[in-house]
């Protein structure tokens, strides 16, 4: 739980104004006189709250295909219509930072 609810109230709602105004989240904020980076703040934290306190994992299913045919072995990730393919002697922390880039812009 946030640890100013009333604060999260008025920011949901200003985010809902947002969305009724058809406008782009600059004009809006310039209109508004709001900070764009804390609205984009409030936007992240209200439309994905489990990733932003951090207390909940969210699983994926995988799906395993036969390639018995494939000489080299390699795993292919799918998130949301992304696709990444893992080959052997990929770089862990290199991985890492494309999965978290692609979390933060999806």
């Known amino acids: 739980m946030p ?3 009333e604060l999260r ?4 709602q200003r985010i809902a104004d947002y969305r009724k105004s ?3 989240q600059v004009n809006w904020c310039k209109e508004n006189q709001w900070s ?6 409030w936007l992240r934290k209200i439309e994905n709250p489990i990733n932003n306190q951090g207390k909940s994992t969210k699983w994926a ?3 395993l295909e036969d ?3 494939t000489v080299e072995n390699s795993l292919r990730i799918e ?5 990444i393919e893992v080959k052997p002697g990929f770089d862990p922390a290199f991985l ?11």
């Open 22 to 24: 058809g406008q782009t």
């Open 79 to 83: 998130i949301s219509g992304i696709s």
């Open 36 to 41: 764009i980076h804390q609205f984009k703040y």
């Open 61 to 63: 299913s995988v799906t």
């Open 9 to 12: 109230k008025v920011w949901e």
């Open 96 to 106: 890492s930072e494309v999965v978290r880039t692609l979390k933060s812009t999806c």
């Open 67 to 69: 390639h018995s045919q």
């Open 3 to 5: 640890k100013n609810p």
